[in-house]
């Protein structure tokens, strides 16, 4: 049997092998080269309708909306005290008691002065007038008369300050030993005992002995909200909020006011806005941490599309390539009139854009012009490769009243190719957005199209 053989530097090889060995080297390039080019796996999703809302988030805590610090109004040692915490109270009630020894001691010593300074006025009194009767014989001259008369004037000064001091003492002994209560309310706060000694409230040394809440049924929520969502915040709007005390119950709140005064900390600047909370059913505590959701917009039965498909861009496709399918979707819909005005206004842009990028090649500038700028017609946009774009629509983005350019988003058309459709874009949560038909589609026809939401490899 004759076997044909190949002679390579001196070795005999197989014919045979050499023409496997080459089959299975080119089979090898082969899948290389077709993994490199990589097969791309879509992933979808559809259009629906739901509701949807715009908020504001923050963080703030619980207060009564009225707190009263009681200081007390004379110095002294606390001698009982009538009320603890939690304890409900009324205007007027006795919170606390105040040592009174040495003020019935100095009461005792001020009626012996008045007692005193009375008996010195009548007795000048009645001098006086008998000044007068011989003043009237002038048997006494007008300076003794004015002498007299000054000195009864004295007398009566020193009796009214003796009486006066009098009263000073009775006062504190009457009524500012008894520490009482200014509201009606509930004791939040107890910061004395028995025995305690407390400085009058004129004292820069005195603190506060009590802290009383006027009403735990309604409280209110103290927040920051940042300058840049301060605008959005209004008096009556709805608040959603919940509780890491309570966690899965959701409450509900209205602004009350804000404070136009900012806050500002580490160069952030923030309001302080005031919600007012129903708690007749006393679940909610003051001190309790808020997060805090202001709903500034609310749609309901609305077309909506996850923000991912807003973000879409297919890899395959060059910049180029997006733009014109872009600026050809943007002519649906469109006048003939319409449509010859915007593919002379495109033509008349690309020829500029192209002047322009001989001009850099020339001078040595490398760059990028995309046809057709960031559309290619009026009023659409296709984003640049690399850029990421939320799909959020915001407000303070565009002029007030003014439509924001519509968006595409791709899909697999009958014939299996990619497709877009032009859309306009609403208000979004952060994670969807609101979808309105652009020129040349309807409502009906978004209503459960399934678009592209990603690509992989």
Same mark, same amino acid.
């Given at each position: 049997m004759t076997m044909n053989t190949l002679?390579?530097?001196g070795a005999l090889i197989p014919l045979t092998l050499c023409v496997l060995l080459f089959t299975v080297g080119c089979g090898l390039r082969t899948g290389a080269a077709g993994a490199g080019k990589g097969v791309a796996t879509y992933e979808y999703t559809t259009i629906t309708r739901g509701t949807i809302e715009k908020t504001v988030s923050s963080s703030g805590s619980l207060k009564p909306v009225s707190t009263v610090h009681v200081l007390p109004r004379m110095?002294? +040692?606390? &001698? @009982?005290i009538h009320v603890d915490y939690n304890d409900t109270i009324h205007k007027g009630d006795?919170? %606390? &008691?105040?040592n009174t020894d040495m003020l019935r001691l100095q009461r005792e010593q001020q009626l012996a002065a008045v007692v005193k300074t009375r008996a010195n006025y009548e007795l000048q009194l009645i001098n006086y007038r008998n000044q007068e009767r011989l003043a009237e014989k002038n048997l006494i001259s007008e300076y003794e008369l004015k002498t007299g008369k000054t000195t009864l004037d004295i /007398? %009566?000064? &020193?009796?009214s300050a003796a009486e006066a001091s009098l009263r000073v003492i009775e006062t504190e002994i009457n009524q500012y030993a008894f520490i009482t209560s200014p509201i009606n309310g509930i004791v939040l706060e107890r910061n004395i005992n028995e025995g305690d000694t407390v400085v009058d409230s004129s004292s820069s040394n005195s603190a506060s002995i009590f802290t009383l809440a006027e009403n735990l049924d309604e409280m209110q929520i103290e927040t920051g909200v940042g300058e840049l969502d301060i605008a959005s915040i209004r008096e009556g709007q709805m608040v959603r909020f919940t509780l890491e005390a309570l !966690?899965? +119950?959701?409450f509900s709140g209205v602004v009350a006011s804000k404070r136009l005064m900012p806050v500002i900390a580490d160069n952030v600047v923030s309001y302080t806005v005031i919600i007012t909370v129903d708690n007749r059913d006393g679940s909610l505590l003051p001190?309790? $941490?808020? %997060?805090v959701e202001f709903i500034e917009e609310q749609r309901e039965n609305i077309l909506l599309v996850p923000n991912a498909a807003l973000r879409y861009q297919p890899v395959q496709l060059s910049t180029e390539a997006v733009a014109d399918m872009v600026f050809n979707a943007g002519l649906r819909g469109m006048s003939e009139e319409q449509r010859q005005s915007a593919l002379a206004a495109r033509a008349k842009q690309q020829t500029? /854009? $192209? $002047? @322009? $990028?001989q001009t850099t090649s020339t001078n040595g500038i490398a760059g990028l012009v995309m046809p057709g700028g960031r559309g290619g017609f009026p009023g659409a946009g296709a984003p640049q490769r690399g850029t990421q774009n939320s799909g959020v629509s915001n407000a303070r983005s565009s002029p007030q009243g003014a439509a924001l350019p !519509? @968006? !595409?988003?791709?899909?697999?058309?009958?014939e299996g190719k990619l497709d877009i459709i032009l859309v306009q874009t609403g208000i979004s949560n952060g994670s969807s957005t609101e979808l309105r038909a652009a020129r040349g589609s309807t409502d009906a026809e978004l209503e459960g199209r399934r678009i592209i939401l990603r690509e992989r490899l």
């Open positions: 002679n390579i530097s110095s002294g +040692k606390v &001698e @009982r006795i919170l %606390a &008691e105040l /007398q %009566a000064a &020193e009796l !966690p899965g +119950k959701i001190g309790m $941490t808020c %997060a500029s /854009q $192209t $002047t @322009r $990028t !519509p @968006r !595409p988003l791709w899909f697999i058309n009958d």
